[in-house]
T-cell receptor, first 114, second 114 residues
Framework: DGGITQSPKYLFRKEGQNVTLSCEQN?????MYWYRQDPGQGLRLIYY???????QKGDIAEGYSVSREKKESFPLTVTSAQKNPTAFYLC?????????????FGEGSWLTVV | SQQGEEDPQALSIQEGENATMNCSYK?????LQWYRQNSGRGLVHLIL?????REKHSGRLRVTLDTSKKSSSLLITASRAADTASYFC??????????????FGQGTTLQVKP
């Protein structure tokens, strides 16, 4: 079945460590997104990529980095510069930009700093 | 930045009753979408309404859009315990059509009691 796969589901990070969250999609979608969700809150955009080898900062990009070497993959690295990384991270994709295209989400990854 | 404001933040009803959630936004939009999120899971797209539409139905869901008031409502009729979830509105601002970016509200948490 087509979909978006995020891994791991749960991740613990020690202070000062970088960690990478994986996001893979087999929907042949062009654009991919990373959102952060804090408890009881909405989603905030971290980074997005409209095409391979290109990506743009979202509203809260500081302390995060991404790459888009393949169409199917959009990994997110949470760096040590992100001072409050504990959150739920959601990856999403869309077939093509344009009016009325809906976003498909992965199941999310929980990151906790220990 | 968040431009969607959902109201109420939390709603508790009995099974069989109708549930109404409201969303207000600030800027002009191409479309408005509603998503559902079960606890700890990804978001699932429910319905999209374009800026030139006023009402849309999908099963037990009814969405209205009033662009003059910059507001939308989601009505779930004959609610079921399985409708218990958080519901988010997301807007596609004008100018975002070439990026697919959406701006999410804070969400309404709906509890349907059996």
């Amino acid at each position: 079945d087509g979909g978006i796969t995020q891994s791991p589901k749960y991740l613990f990070r020690k202070e000062g460590q970088n960690v990478t969250l994986s996001c893979e999609q087999n929907l042949n979608h062009d654009a991919m997104y990373w959102y952060r969700q804090d408890p009881g809150q909405g989603l905030r955009l971290i980074y997005y990529s409209q095409i391979v080898n290109d990506f743009q900062k979202g509203d809260i990009a500081e302390g995060y980095s991404v790459s888009r070497e393949k169409k199917e993959s959009f990994p997110l690295t949470v760096t040590s510069a992100q001072k409050n990384p504990t959150a739920f991270y959601l990856c999403a994709s869309i077939q093509s930009q344009g009016r009325g295209n809906t976003i498909y989400f992965g199941e999310g990854s929980w990151l906790t700093v220990v | 930045s968040q431009q969607g404001e959902e109201d109420p933040q939390a709603l508790s009803i009995q099974e069989g009753e109708n549930a109404t959630m409201n969303c207000s936004y600030k800027t002009s939009i191409n479309n408005l979408q509603w998503y559902r999120q079960n606890s700890g899971r990804g978001l699932v797209h429910l319905i999209l309404i374009r800026s030139n539409e006023r009402e849309k139905h999908s099963g037990r869901l009814r969405v209205t859009l009033d662009t003059s008031k910059k507001s939308s409502s989601l009505l779930i009729t004959a609610s079921r315990a399985a409708d218990t979830a958080s519901y988010f509105c997301a807007t596609g601002p004008i100018g975002s059509s070439n990026t697919g970016k959406l701006i999410f509200g804070q969400g309404t948490t709906l509890q349907v009691k059996p």
